[in-house]
C-alpha cells in the first residue's frame, strides 16, 4: 500500500492563483476509500480535508484560498531601505492519506516538498506561463540579462520619481541572503555613487528605493542625487551557488522637471503582491458629495398667548450633514505601453494609497473608475488618462 504525490506547485507561486497537487494510491479498489489530505502552513496545520478519487486512482486539492487567508502586503512607509516581505510569503506542504475498510482507518501517507505561496494574483495568461525563476535573483540564475523585478512596468520606457516621491520594488531570491546596490549617474552615464547593502531574508524582498531613503541610510548624499540625471537598483543573491545570479538593471529617471500644477501620486498593490507607484502632473480637481439629513416641521410657533408664522421660523430644517471628498487626477501625455500598463494595474488593484506631505505620510483612497480601454497612439493620437478617487475619509458636522 502507498500513496504518490504527482504534482505540486512551483517552488514559489501565486496564491490568487491555483495550487493543485495530484495525488494516487493503490489502494482505491479497498472500501470506503478516499484520501486525507493535512495542509500545514509555516509548520502549523491548517486544514484537513477529505478527497475522493476523481480520474482512475488519482484525487487532487486545490490549496490557494487557505494559503492566501494567511497573507498580507502592507505598504512598507517606515523609512527601512530593504524588507523582508514576511506577511506576503508564507512557506507550506500537504500530507495525504489514504483511508479504507469496512471501518475506514488511516493507512499509508506521502509529504508534498515544503513551498511558497506569495501574494499575488495574476491573469489566467500570466499565470499559465508564470515560472518564479524569471524572477529570483539568486546565484543559481545567470545574471544575463537579469531576472525580472515584481512590477509590470514597460521596461523600454523611462520610469520617472522625484526627489521627495517614494518608491517600492520588490524581488523574490531563493537565496538567504541579498545585495541590494544603488548606482547614481550623470546624463552621460558616469557613476557619480555607488553603494551596496547587505541584509538576509527568505524568499521575498521589497526595497523602498525612494531618493530620500537611500540618503537617509546609505552613503548617498542629496548632492549626489541633485548632479545624477538617474539612477540603478539591482538585486543579487548572495548565498551559495553555482552561478553570479542577478536582478535585472532597473533605472529610475529622476524627475527635476518644474511642475505647473500641484502633483499627486499614487501608489498600489501590483499584481505581484508589491507596490506600484506613478505621478499624475496635470491639473487635479477636488470635489465635495455633501448629504444632508432633515426633517420637516409644521409651521408657527406660539408667542406668548398668539400662535404666529414668523420668517425665521422655518419649515424644513436640516439636522446634520455629511460631507465625502472626491479627487480627478490627470497624467502628463504619456506613452501607449506607460497608459495600458497604468490603467490594468491600478484600476484592477485592491489597495491604493495617495502620497500626501511630500511622501511622509499615506492616505488610503477609493479608485472609482469602473472601466478602462487600452489607448494607442494610432488611433488616440496624444495619449492622457484621467482617474477619479473617493477620499476615504468622510466629515460629518455637528448636531443641529
Not at 486544514?47 to 475522493?52: A, C, D, K, P, W
Not at 505581484?272 to 458629495?289: A, C, E, K, N
Not at 483612497?365 to 482617474?387: M, P, S
Amino acid at each position: 500500500m502507498a500513496v504518490t504525490i504527482y504534482d505540486e506547485p512551483q517552488l514559489i507561486a501565486p496564491t490568487g492563483n491555483p495550487l493543485v497537487f495530484t495525488f494516487s494510491s493503490d489502494q482505491t479498489a479497498q472500501p470506503n476509500f478516499s484520501f486525507i489530505v493535512e495542509l500545514y502552513i509555516n509548520g502549523t496545520l491548517r486544514l484537513t480535508q477529505e478527497v475522493f478519487r476523481q480520474f482512475n486512482t488519482l484525487g487532487r486539492i486545490d490549496v490557494s484560498e487557505a494559503v492566501q487567508s494567511t497573507l498580507t502586503s502592507p505598504l512598507v512607509v517606515d523609512g527601512t531601505l530593504t524588507t523582508f516581505y514576511d506577511t506576503a510569503i508564507n512557506e507550506y506542504y500537504i500530507i495525504v492519506y489514504e483511508k479504507y475498510g469496512t471501518t475506514p482507518t488511516i493507512q499509508a501517507s506521502d509529504t508534498s516538498t515544503t513551498l511558497y505561496g506569495f501574494n499575488a494574483a495574476l491573469r489566467h495568461q500570466d499565470w499559465i506561463n508564470f515560472d518564479y525563476q524569471d524572477y529570483d535573483a539568486s546565484t543559481n540564475n545567470p545574471s544575463t540579462p537579469g531576472t525580472l523585478l515584481l512590477t509590470s512596468f514597460p521596461r523600454a520606457k523611462k520610469y520617472f520619481c522625484g526627489l521627495d516621491e517614494r518608491i517600492f520594488l520588490g524581488s523574490l531570491c531563493t537565496d538567504t541572503s541579498v545585495n541590494v546596490r544603488f548606482r547614481l549617474k550623470d546624463i552621460t552615464g558616469a557613476t557619480i555613487a555607488n553603494v551596496l547593502t547587505s541584509i538576509t531574508l527568505d524568499k521575498l524582498l521589497v526595497v523602498d528605493a525612494s531618493p530620500q531613503t537611500i540618503i537617509a541610510n546609505t552613503s548617498v548624499t542629496q548632492a549626489n542625487f541633485d548632479d545624477a540625471a538617474y539612477y540603478e537598483v539591482i538585486i543579487r543573491g548572495t548565498g551559495a551557488g553555482g552561478q553570479n545570479g542577478s536582478s535585472e538593471t532597473f533605472v529610475i529617471w529622476i524627475d527635476t522637471e518644474c511642475k505647473r500644477y500641484e502633483t499627486r501620486r499614487l501608489h498600489w498593490l501590483n499584481k505581484f503582491g508589491v507596490w506600484d507607484s506613478f505621478t499624475f502632473s496635470l491639473v487635479s480637481i477636488d470635489s465635495t458629495t455633501v448629504q444632508s439629513y432633515g426633517y420637516q416641521r409644521e409651521k408657527g410657533v406660539w408667542d406668548n398667548t398668539s400662535y404666529t408664522y414668523p420668517l425665521y421660523q422655518g419649515e424644513k430644517v436640516d439636522f446634520a450633514k455629511t460631507a465625502s471628498d472626491q479627487l480627478t487626477l490627470n497624467s502628463d501625455w504619456i506613452n501607449q505601453d506607460v497608459q495600458q500598463w497604468l490603467v490594468r494595474e491600478l484600476l484592477e488593484s485592491p489597495s491604493v494609497y495617495l502620497e500626501v506631505d511630500n511622501g511622509t505620510d499615506f492616505e488610503p483612497v477609493k479608485v472609482t473608475n469602473q472601466n478602462y480601454q487600452f489607448k494607442t497612439r494610432r488611433r488616440d493620437g496624444l495619449i492622457q488618462e484621467q482617474i477619479t478617487i473617493d477620499r476615504t475619509y468622510t466629515y460629518r458636522s455637528q448636531l443641529n
